[in-house]
């Protein structure tokens, strides 16, 4: 199983999560967003799906919060759940409560978590 890295992103097979940028507001305040779901596999094969999971892929006897067919090499869709606004954690583990996966006959092939990277510039000098 392979886990995919920002950079490089599109360079191969690869699943990843995103926030929608339409945000909904209530009263003029902003609210959470929704998740989406990213994935770009050169040769899909019938019944391979993607999952939304609220944690890692690999705990056993789990089943994803949402899956969706992955009949196209590329695909996107948008789920139903929401990312809730987080403070800026530094240093702590950079996966926000949300993974992604790409499965073929019930194995993981990918995956991947919404995370977030508030040193990448200074990590890159």
């Not at 995919?4 to 209530?26: E, I």
């Not at 993974?99 to 508030?118: E, G, M, S």
Request: a negative charge; proline letters at 8%.
């Amino acid at each position: 199983m392979r886990s995919s890295l920002p950079t490089g992103c599109f360079d191969g097979p690869n699943v990843f999560l995103t926030v929608s940028s339409l945000a909904k507001s209530k009263n003029g305040a902003l609210r959470d967003r929704l998740i989406e779901i990213n994935w770009n596999e050169a040769e899909p094969e019938p019944g391979d799906w993607v999952g939304l999971y609220d944690h890692h892929p690999d705990e056993s006897g789990t089943d994803p919060l949402t899956q969706v067919a992955a009949t196209l090499p590329r695909g996107y869709i948008k789920s139903d759940y929401r990312f809730e606004r987080q403070p800026l954690r530094v240093g702590q583990d950079p996966c926000l409560g949300y993974w992604v996966a790409y499965v073929r006959d019930n194995k993981v092939l990918l995956t991947n978590c919404f995370q977030i990277y508030p040193t990448w510039m200074q990590q890159s000098k």
